[in-house]
T-cell receptor, first 113, second 112 residues
């Protein structure tokens, strides 16, 4: 989706290292989300944010951290505490409230070195 | 916690055959959304159903939302090779958070 940019496309992490995945949107959406996708599985919610300077844990938040200092940006840090970080990470955004469709970025594929 | 189960996990069809995927939720949903993810791509929003018993059509695709707002289906008539991908349902909770609970997805392969 042209309105959401994730970078980098591929990322490699060494043992004990924290890495940060970038997500920027120019859709003027209030809400942003981070999902993890493992092969053959659905999307699992890591963190979400409905407004600037506020965010909530999703179903699998352990080993991850986020910030929401600007409306356009919602970076995700995969910490060394996340022991199995290899996955496809997807960022999404939507208008505020329930019943809103989500728009996804192209994703970042994270692997362990 | 709230779960959305989706079946089947995989489906292989001959081009021209029909295809259906089903979703079931453990709780009543405020809405159900359907997404399509092409191989190597990201999920793309297809449609949203909000009303009990709602049926919507997009060309060869028919989407249904159950009367109890706990289940949904996507039916594709006369599949084409362009239909290849993984189809996800995603249920919205009754809280005003915008959170979606995704099903595991159904991966469709179409043999020409």
């Amino acid at each position: 989706d042209g309105g959401i940019t994730q970078s980098p496309k591929y990322l490699f992490r060494k043992e004990g290292q924290n890495v940060t995945l970038s997500c920027e949107q120019n859709l003027n959406h209030d809400a942003m989300y981070w999902y993890r996708q493992d092969p053959g599985q659905g999307l699992r919610l890591i963190y979400y944010s409905q407004i600037v300077n506020d965010f909530q844990k999703g179903d699998i938040a352990e080993g991850y951290s986020v910030s929401r200092e600007k409306k356009e940006s919602f970076p995700l840090t995969v910490t060394s505490a996340q022991k199995n970080p290899t996955a496809f990470y997807l960022c999404a955004s939507s208008s505020y409230g329930s019943n809103q469709p989500q728009h996804f970025g192209d994703g970042t594929r994270l692997s362990i070195l | 916690g709230q779960q959305v189960m989706q079946i089947p996990q995989y489906q292989h069809v001959q081009e021209g055959e029909d295809f259906t995927t089903y979703c079931n939720s453990s709780t009543t949903l405020s809405n159900i959304q359907w997404y399509k993810q092409r191989p190597g791509g990201h999920p793309v929003f297809l449609i949203q159903l909000v009303k009990s018993g709602e049926v919507k059509k997009q060309k060869r695709l028919t989407f249904q939302f159950g009367e109890a707002k706990k289940n949904s289906s996507l039916h594709i008539t006369a599949t084409q090779t362009t239909d290849v991908g993984t189809y996800f349902c995603a249920g919205g909770s009754s809280s005003n958070t915008g959170k979606l609970i995704f099903g595991q997805g159904t991966t469709l392969q179409v043999k020409p």
